[in-house]
């Protein structure tokens, strides 16, 4: 899996290395380094300047910020890497 974070001007400006930063805890927290990764991404061409454009694998542009990151992380990584039964 991996997770792109927009780094451009604009979600930079909107925290995106608070979100990195979240999501790099996440994935220290549940030892998912062989499962998950995080790449730095241009412009994907959602500004909304109301959080940092985060997409996983092919998916959908989302956007995290530094308060939602973490749950974000819970709902779609994982709820998809490590079910509950």
């Known amino acids: 899996m991996v997770i792109s974070v927009c780094i451009g001007t604009a979600c930079h400006l909107e925290g995106s290395y608070n979100v990195i930063a979240a999501f790099q805890q996440m994935i220290e927290k549940y030892s998912l380094h062989d499962s ?17 454009c985060v997409k996983i694998d092919s998916g959908e542009v989302q956007s995290v910020t530094g308060t939602t990151a973490k749950r974000f992380f819970q709902e779609n990584v994982l709820a998809v890497l490590k079910p509950q039964n």
């Open 36 to 52: 998950v990764k995080i790449k730095a991404a241009f412009c994907m061409g959602h500004c909304t300047h109301q959080g940092v």
